[in-house]
T-cell receptor, first 118, second 112 residues
């Protein structure tokens, strides 16, 4: 079964509003989670690394004031798209690694959230 | 820096055809290599992995061998099915770190 739960799976919002996406690790504590964005017909792009109890680390070109990340607990990270615009419409995916497993074990991915901004 | 290059799609095959999706990488040291699959409307799923040179990952009839000498991790399947239609991503993770680097993805379409 799923070990990383992402919610909602899809959301439609109006331009100018904010949308929060949750990523939960279900049976392990994740000190680090990753947020990706998938553009149409393109690969996943790492947006930021979410660190529990500290500020997220954003990749170059990603606006940290636009994409707010909060990793308030060891099992929950949230991505908030603030003042969303149609160009923010995309597929957002989170992932986490189970620290109980070896360092080269694969990451667990959420099922993704499709955001459509009208 | 690290990079992954995979063949552009879409790849269109008839059912029971042989599949190869090429993947080559650039990285220092000995990264772990992965193939992920994204079925329509779903999130990414790990398909198979290999953590050291000459390892062969396999799952659901798919195989890929970690070739250090050619820095490749090509995905193969002897006989594809319509249900294999999906987007396939090759990825690497450095031996010291968590972050994955993905290839561009290859869409596979299998026709009955």
């Amino acid at each position: 079964g799923a070990v990383v739960s992402q919610h909602p799976s899809w959301v439609i919002c109006k331009s100018g509003t904010s949308v929060k996406i949750e990523c939960r690790s279900l049976d392990f504590q994740a000190t680090t989670m990753f947020w990706y964005r998938q553009f149409p017909k393109q690969s996943l792009m790492l947006m930021a690394t979410s660190n529990e109890g500290s500020k997220a680390t954003y990749e170059q070109g990603v606006e940290k004031d636009k994409f707010l990340i909060n990793h308030a607990s060891l099992t929950l990270s949230t991505l908030t798209v603030t003042s969303a615009h149609p160009e923010d419409s995309s597929f957002y995916i989170c992932s986490a690694r189970d620290p109980r497993r070896s360092y080269n074990s694969p990451l667990h991915f959420g099922n993704g959230t499709r955001l459509t901004v009208t | 820096g690290n990079s992954v290059t995979q063949m552009e799609g879409p790849v269109t095959l008839s059912e029971e055809a042989f599949l190869t999706i090429n993947c080559t990488y650039t990285a220092t040291g000995y990264p772990s290599l992965f193939w992920y699959v994204q079925y329509p409307g779903e999130g990414l799923q790990l398909l198979l992995k290999a953590t050291k040179a000459d390892d062969k990952g396999s799952n659901k009839g798919f195989e890929a061998t970690y070739r250090k000498e050619t820095t490749s991790f090509h995905l193969e399947k002897g006989s594809v099915q319509v249900s294999d239609s999906a987007v396939y991503f090759c990825a690497l993770r450095p031996n010291a770190g968590n972050m994955l680097t993905f290839g561009g993805g290859t869409r596979l379409m299998v026709k009955p």
